[in-house]
């Protein structure tokens, strides 16, 4: 079957601290893989995705590189904000989405 | 605004009462989704529809929940005869393409139903 498993959180970091998500997937065929992120109070918004093998996602400081060999998407920034507290969820479509159980992330002064 | 929307955003049924969740996708999306979010869990899969065609209902949890979309834009999903396992946001999201090109979606803010 088609699944996701992403570290479990609550993770907290200081300001400017180094950020790892890790996030792993089972899926039948090349699926897409996908990081969304929500903010408090507000709905899902697409951070980044990658459609195939090596391809790596950018976007607002954050990476991810679809890695098939390890069937790994982990998400990762260099230095974190303050801005960037809220749950983060993996994902992959393969004929539907499939969502992983989302890290929340805080990020102290 | 130029978002998906949902309406209401928070809902507070009795037990065994119906209730109609509304979204409103983005303009001209083809693709319309409806997900069931738990507490401290993704977002699952409820059910799909390209323009009026419901093509995909097989995250339905049971024949209590019901899903339309007439004309091919806004899209109610009713629950009947509500039980407290219903509890969850229920989140809508559009996309502008066809379900054989999955790529991104775009989410409302969901509805947060309360089943006492």
């Known amino acids: 079957g088609n699944s996701v498993t992403q570290m479990e959180g609550p993770v907290t970091l200081s300001e400017e601290a180094f950020l790892t998500i890790n996030c792993t997937y089972t899926a039948t065929g090349y699926p897409s893989l996908f990081w969304y992120v929500q903010y408090p109070g507000e709905g899902l918004q697409l951070l980044l995705k990658a459609t195939k093998a090596d391809d790596k996602g950018s976007n607002k400081g954050f990476e991810a590189t679809y890695r098939k060999e390890t069937t790994s998407f982990h998400l990762e920034k260099g230095s974190v904000q303050v801005s960037d507290s809220a749950v983060y969820f993996c994902?992959?479509?393969?004929?539907?989405?499939?969502f992983g159980t989302g890290t929340s992330l805080t990020v102290i002064p | 605004g130029a978002g998906v929307s949902q309406s209401p955003r928070y809902k507070v049924a009795k037990r065994g009462q119906d209730v109609a969740l509304r979204c409103d996708p983005i303009?001209?999306?083809?693709?319309l989704f409806w997900y069931q979010q738990a507490l401290g869990q993704g977002p699952e899969f409820l059910t799909y529809f390209q323009n009026e065609a419901q093509l995909d209902k097989s995250g339905l949890p049971s024949d209590r929940f019901f899903a339309e979309r007439p004309e091919g834009s806004v899209s109610t999903l009713k629950i009947q005869r509500t039980q407290q396992e219903d509890s969850a946001v229920y989140l809508c999201?559009?996309?502008?393409?066809?379900?054989?090109?999955?790529?991104?979606?775009?989410f409302g803010p969901g509805t947060r139903l309360t089943v006492l």
């Open positions: 994902a992959l479509t393969r004929n539907q989405f499939y």
């Open positions: 999201a559009s996309s502008p393409q066809r379900t054989d090109t999955y790529n991104e979606q775009f």
């Open positions: 303009s001209g999306h083809v693709s």
